[in-house]
């Protein structure tokens, strides 16, 4: 039984896949799954795609398109979170920036570039009519390098997933100044074609095991418990999250591959649009 890898963020979106491999659900079904955290994001996840070590990834929608037109070797087989991301947008505690406005022409710490943390950027300063060719980053690869930074002085704000950082507002390392939703579904589960040409079958089980969790996730009793427990967060917190939060059982639509490819051109981050039927394997 050869082990399938798979990454994804340490985040509370991805409890399903670890309550799955805690309870063998794939061994049950002969597929053995190997989950491997990536702090550092969708960029990061990219990279380890492109490098073969890891076969599936539970990644940013405008990521993974961004890095398929760039030559990933990937396909998306299924949207995994169907609602938007909700950005936080935060500056250090200390900051002289006091408001989203008051960020234009500064420096933005992100992950690395084609992350989402990159990404995100352009599309809020697109969203508050700013020149995007004014942008200026700051790679700091995760949440501990964005503290350090906007600690430092070294970048200005930092856009992250706003209920994961929302504990270092509440501590006072950060300050939240605004938020910037995805205007798409946030995360998919990408696989590697070559993965997906001699080991379809495997794939096909994972997603079905996970797809029958995900489905009636949110009534697992006291999952919003187990959630804020295992991800350090208050239970209100957790509670308002899964109300936001939707889970998907589907493969992406071609309009939504459209939107996304429309938005990311406009903004300069792709240099062409490409067929939606690229992006995406259909069992």
């Known amino acids: 039984m050869n082990t399938i890898k798979i990454g994804g963020v340490p985040e509370h979106f991805n409890l399903p896949w670890h309550l799955t491999i805690e309870q063998s659900a794939y061994l049950q079904k002969n597929s053995k799954l190997e989950w491997i955290d990536f702090p550092g994001g969708t960029g990061a996840m990219c990279d380890a795609l492109r490098?073969?070590?890891?076969?599936?990834a539970i990644i940013l929608t405008e990521g993974i398109i961004k890095d398929i037109i760039a030559g990933n070797q990937s396909k998306i087989v299924q949207t995994y979170?169907?609602?938007?991301?909700?950005?936080?947008?935060?500056?250090?505690?200390?900051?002289?920036?006091k408001d989203l406005s008051s960020l234009e022409k500064t420096k933005a710490a992100i992950s690395r570039y084609g992350s989402g943390s990159h990404l995100m950027a352009y599309v809020n300063a697109q969203n508050q009519g700013w020149d995007t060719s004014d942008l200026q980053f700051e790679v700091v690869k995760n949440i501990d390098g964005a503290i350090d930074a906007l600690t430092n002085g070294t970048a200005d704000y930092f856009m992250w997933e706003h209920f994961t950082t929302k504990p270092l507002v509440d501590n006072g390392t950060f300050r939240r100044v605004a938020d910037c939703p995805t205007?798409?579904?946030?995360?998919?589960?990408?696989?590697?074609?070559?993965?997906?040409?001699?080991?379809?079958?495997?794939?096909?089980?994972?997603?079905?095991t996970i797809n029958s969790l995900t489905v009636d996730f949110?009534?697992?009793?006291?999952?919003?418990?187990?959630?804020?427990?295992?991800?350090?967060?208050?239970?209100?917190?957790?509670?308002?999250?899964?109300?936001?939060?939707?889970?998907?059982?589907?493969?992406?639509d071609n309009k939504i591959l459209d939107i996304v490819q429309k938005q990311l051109y406009d903004l300069n981050i792709i240099d062409r649009k490409v067929d939606p039927e690229t992006f995406v394997f259909r069992f």
């Open 81 to 97: 979170i169907q609602t938007p991301l909700i950005w936080g947008i935060h500056v250090g505690s200390d900051s002289k920036y």
């Open 218 to 252: 949110k009534n697992i009793p006291d999952i919003d418990k187990i959630l804020a427990i295992r991800y350090k967060q208050r239970l209100e917190d957790i509670q308002k999250w899964l109300k936001l939060t939707e889970w998907s059982q589907s493969l992406i």
């Open 51 to 56: 490098k073969k070590e890891i076969d599936i």
């Open 183 to 208: 205007p798409w579904p946030c995360f998919v589960v990408a696989v590697r074609e070559d993965i997906l040409e001699t080991r379809k079958d495997d794939i096909k089980t994972i997603l079905d």
